[in-house]
């Protein structure tokens, strides 16, 4: 089971801290919800929920041009840039503050740092844990509380810019062997199929370890380099020019961008086995 998001909560304030609107939805994603025991979600209330991509506009016009903050803000951001980019559309982020992260800094007098022990000490209510709108209204209350306490112990804001986050180099990432064979180049449109090469070049929204993870846990056969055994290409950016965008256009190799991929992720075909091969 992919890692999906199952619902969405946006309290936008202003510079002050003053409330200026709100957004929240659950989120059908398409495949099994996961755990209940943690989340609570249930097939049953996701029934009729919209899917991601249909709310994906009404979020990014709400995030638009402001820092996103979140409780441990890098988890709830890559699972947001790998929605949009599921959806086909970029995450308009350029910074986020993590509220977890702020608290580590002025050291609350408090047993833990969870968001709704920090929403009590803040004086912010905090009405059901573990969902979405709810957590983001109580999240309002702990950075109005933060902000003020960080002000007043002189406390630096511990803000990420997402762009050069964005810039860094892709960490080396070993090679893991395949055990299907590969059919050869994915056709027009897909479908992806067990064992076939795939190559990534350029900037990834979604960390460039975590997009090969998730192709690699299917069952597809991530390699380093393109050649005309290449079964598809991922990238962002069709004019970028690296070594492995300019061999893949000399060989004819398939290209898709990254939201593609990951759409088709959801649904690999069935391979053959490496050993059936050698039997």
């Not at 393109?226 to 061999?247: F, H, M, P």
């Amino acid at each position: 089971m992919a890692d999906r998001v199952l619902a969405v909560g946006v309290v936008v304030l202003g510079a002050g801290g003053e409330f200026e609107g709100e957004f929240g939805s659950l989120v059908n994603p398409g495949v099994d919800p996961g755990p209940v025991e943690v989340h609570g979600i249930t097939v049953e209330r996701l029934r009729g929920a919209p899917l991601f991509s249909e709310v994906a506009g009404e979020v990014a016009r709400l995030l638009r041009g402001r820092v996103m903050v979140a409780h441990n803000a890098e988890f709830d951001y890559e699972f947001l840039a790998a929605e949009f980019a599921r959806a086909g559309i970029e995450l308009p982020v350029e910074r986020w503050l993590c509220t977890l992260s702020l608290n580590r800094r002025i050291r609350p007098p408090v047993g833990d740092l969870q968001l709704g022990t920090l929403a009590a000490h803040y004086g912010a209510e905090h009405r059901r844990a573990h969902d979405a709108l709810e957590d983001a209204r109580a999240l309002a209350g702990v950075l109005r509380g933060s902000l003020a306490a960080a002000d007043r112990d002189e406390v630096a804001l511990p803000l990420v810019s997402c762009r050069a986050r964005r810039a860094r180099r892709p960490p080396s990432i070993p090679k893991t062997p395949c055990p299907y064979r590969s059919p050869g180049r994915m056709d027009e449109g897909g479908p992806l199929v067990q064992g076939m090469k795939v190559a990534i070049t350029g900037e990834t929204v979604m960390p460039r370890e975590k997009l090969v993870e998730r192709a690699v846990a299917v069952g597809l056969n991530v390699m380093g380099s393109v050649s005309r055994n290449t079964s598809v290409l991922v990238t962002n950016d069709r004019g970028l020019e690296t070594a492995k965008a300019r061999r893949a256009a000399e060989e004819g190799v398939p290209v898709v961008d990254e939201g593609t991929f990951l759409r088709l992720l959801d649904d690999v075909r069935p391979g053959v086995p490496a050993e059936s091969v050698r039997a």
